[in-house]
């Protein structure tokens, strides 16, 4: 019987004190496949084009090497005046709210502040919260030009940007915004671009503004159950909601989850 090779923890990455004492009370122990491969890279400044699902642990992925390499390279200006050093851009509310949540406990040792902006709130609470400095902004892509174009939020500093779920952003949307938010970020910053498919948009952008980027495919553990049976069916577009409604009725279902391509 050969002997498993023993899995790689946070402590092998070389991640310093105000990082592995925040992980100690959250029970963080073995790295995930996405937090193995993308982690040495993000500390030593290179881009990544990361193919991850949500679950795949990648969140600590980007975030414990941002927090590392900002907490080991204090901000020279403290307060109001301390500059937004790494922003995560992300398609939805939810997500950014998530985000932000695992940010603030890695961040929880340290003196970096972080702060989440979104729509649907207002914008008066995100602005007092902005003025007394952060050093990682967690935004989604609509308010985040609302804050930039009000002059309420400046880019320029940003060293590094996280595109997480950008295969989303896209399809929401969004892609002028992101063009106009790299724009405005300082022209040699470090990008770290997540997305669960790699379709034509992803492409374009990678190859637009990644710089030699570190390519990692990871999938979830157990993306289908052993107990999930799985059928193909070739069928002209025309005729698909027929054929839908035809396996229905011959299987007799009355509990269908039916995913469609757009709105």
Partial sequence: VRDKVPKMSFIDLGLNE??????????????????????????EGKDILGSAQTG??????????????????PSKTQGRSKPIRALVLTPTRELASQIDENVRKYCKNSNLRSTVVFGGIPQR???????????????????????????TIDLSQVKTLVLDEADRMLDMGFLGDIEKIISKCQPKHQTLLFSATYNKG???????????????AVAKDNTVAASVEQTFVRVDKER????????????????????????
Avoid: W
């Avoid at 073995?30 to 491969?37: D, F, R, S, V």
């Avoid at 007092?128 to 174009?149: E, K, Q, S, W, Y």
């Avoid at 027929?242 to 007799?252: A, F, G, P």
């Fill in 125 to 151: 609470r995100q602005v007092d919260t902005l003025r007394r400095g952060v050093d990682i902004l967690i935004a989604t892509p609509g308010r985040l030009l609302d804050h930039v174009n009000q002059r």
């Fill in 56 to 73: 795949t642990g990648k969140t600590a992925a980007f975030s414990l090497p941002i927090v590392h390499t900002l907490a080991s390279r």
């Fill in 18 to 43: 105000v990082v592995l004492s925040a992980l100690q009370p959250l029970c963080y122990e073995n790295l995930t496949p996405i937090q193995e491969q993308a982690i040495p890279h993000v500390l």
């Fill in 240 to 263: 698909k909601r027929d054929l839908l409604m035809q396996l229905i009725r011959m299987n007799e279902m009355h509990q269908v989850l039916v995913f469609t391509k757009t709105k």
């Fill in 202 to 216: 992803i492409k374009n952008l990678s190859g637009q503004y990644l710089n030699n980027p570190i390519e990692i």
